[in-house]
C-alpha cells in the first residue's frame, strides 16, 4: 500500500475572483455543519427522530504577516463594502513537493473584517493581519 501525499498546514494560498490575495500562514473556520431537526414519534413517544435540512458554514479566518501584497487585501475588503459582490475563491493546499495537493471551493464569499497589524516597539515578531470571510458553500476537490 502506497503512502499519500499529505497537504503541509504551512503552505496554501487564497485567492478570491479577481483578486489574487497571496499565500497565508493561518487558516482558521473551514468547517461545514449538517443543521438537523428533531421530529418527535407519534402514539409511543419513544423515540426522536433527526433528520438533516441544510448545511451551514463558519466564517473562515485567514492571518499572515504584512506583505506587499496587503494592499490587496485592504482594497478587495473596502470594495465589498461599498458594493457586496459575492465571489467565489479558492484554498490551494500544497503538498511536500510544493505542488497543489487540494482545492476548497468556495461560493458566496464576502469579507466581514480585516484586521490590522499591531506594531508594538517592544515585539520582535513578523507584522500581523488577517481577514474574516463569510462563505455560503464549501467544496473540496483534488488537484
Not at 75 to 81: L, T
Not at 95 to 104: E, F, I, Q
Request: aromatic share 10%; net charge negative; glycine share 8%.
Amino acid at each position: 500500500m502506497t503512502a499519500l501525499p499529505f497537504a503541509h498546514s504551512d503552505l496554501f494560498r487564497f485567492d478570491a475572483g479577481r483578486y489574487e490575495l497571496g499565500d497565508f500562514t493561518r487558516c482558521s473556520g473551514l468547517e461545514i455543519a449538517v443543521v438537523t431537526e428533531t421530529r418527535s414519534e407519534g402514539g409511543i413517544n419513544a423515540w426522536d427522530y433527526q433528520f438533516a435540512s441544510r448545511l451551514r458554514c463558519g466564517n473562515l479566518t485567514l492571518v499572515r504577516p504584512v506583505t506587499q501584497r496587503s494592499p490587496d487585501l485592504v482594497q478587495w475588503v473596502s470594495e465589498q463594502a461599498q458594493e457586496t459582490t459575492p465571489l467565489e475563491a479558492d484554498i490551494v493546499s500544497f503538498g511536500p513537493d510544493h505542488r497543489p495537493l487540494v482545492y476548497y471551493h468556495l461560493e458566496r464569499v464576502v469579507p466581514v473584517r480585516w484586521i490590522g497589524p499591531v506594531f508594538d516597539t517592544a515585539s520582535s515578531g513578523a507584522a500581523m493581519e488577517g481577514v474574516e470571510i463569510a462563505y455560503g458553500r464549501l467544496l473540496g476537490k483534488k488537484a
